[in-house]
T-cell receptor, first 114, second 111 residues
Framework: DTEVTQTPKHLVMGMTNKKSLKCEQH?????MYWYKQKAKKPPELMFV???????INESVPSRFSPECPNSSLLNLHLHALQPEDSALYLC?????????????FGPGTRLTVL | GQNIDQPTEMTATEGAIVQINCTYQ??????LFWYQQHAGEAPTFLSY????GLEEKGRFSSFLSRSKGYSYLLLKELQMKDSASYLC????????????FGAGTQVVVTP
């Protein structure tokens, strides 16, 4: 199994809703990542987990809350989002978070905030 | 931090060759990646360079010069399916796991 899966594929939510994005990999990777990507822009790193511990938070607003329940799963909890948070949210994983390891990306969740 | 520059768009015809340049400025360097991203899809890994020189993988090759802060991705025998955005990304040494992406180069392949 060499893929990263993400659910849901599409999500529409209101500004008062609470929802979660899910990511899963079974490649034995110990580093997992959340990125946000706006149209025609490169991915922007949000969070990095290494060995299930948060190692990088790129000053992301608290309305985004990551969670890594185990080495295969990564969640992103969403609460009180703004319309400008509408974007493609990509999950990725790599063998480790040291340099030189290829990151495998999931297909993303297309989020629309109304 | 890192400044990563690559052209915004390039157009080429089917069967031709296109070279996408990427220049970077970084205080620490742990390798450079190239990713391909089709519209609405996830980025997929193409190549990784950490030492100077050329890495060849089928129709795609990537070159790195660390002293010049320069890389290029060479796409040969272009096919229509190569129309995509190509992202140059630097792995800095001062922030493990963080990939700094360039803005991407949109390659348009015409018949």
């Amino acid at each position: 199994d060499t893929e990263v899966t993400q659910t849901p594929k599409h999500l529409v939510m209101g500004m008062t809703n609470k929802k979660s994005l899910k990511c899963e990999q079974h490649m034995g990777h110990r580093a997992m990542y959340w990125y946000k990507q706006k149209a025609k822009k490169p991915p922007e790193l949000m969070f990095v987990y290494s060995y299930e511990k948060l190692s990088i938070n790129e000053s992301v607003p608290s309305r985004f809350s990551p969670e890594c329940p185990n080495s295969s799963l990564l969640n992103l909890h969403l609460h009180a989002l703004q319309p400008e948070d509408s974007a493609l949210y990509l999950c990725a994983s790599s063998q480790a978070n040291s340099g030189g390891y290829e990151q495998f990306f999931g297909p993303g969740t297309r989020l629309t905030v109304l | 931090g890192q400044n990563i520059d690559q052209p915004t768009e390039m157009t080429a015809t089917e069967g031709a060759i296109v070279q996408i340049n990427c220049t970077y400025q970084t205080s620490g360097f742990n390798g450079l990646f190239w990713y391909q991203q089709h519209a609405g899809e996830a980025p997929t890994f193409l190549s990784y360079n950490v030492l100077d020189g050329l890495e060849e993988k089928g129709r795609f090759s990537s070159f790195l010069s660390r002293s010049k802060g320069y890389s290029y991705l060479l796409l040969k025998e272009l096919q229509m399916k190569d129309s995509a955005s190509y992202l140059c990304a630097v792995s800095p040494t001062d922030s493990w796991g963080k990939l700094q992406f360039g803005a991407g180069t949109q390659v348009v392949v015409t018949p």
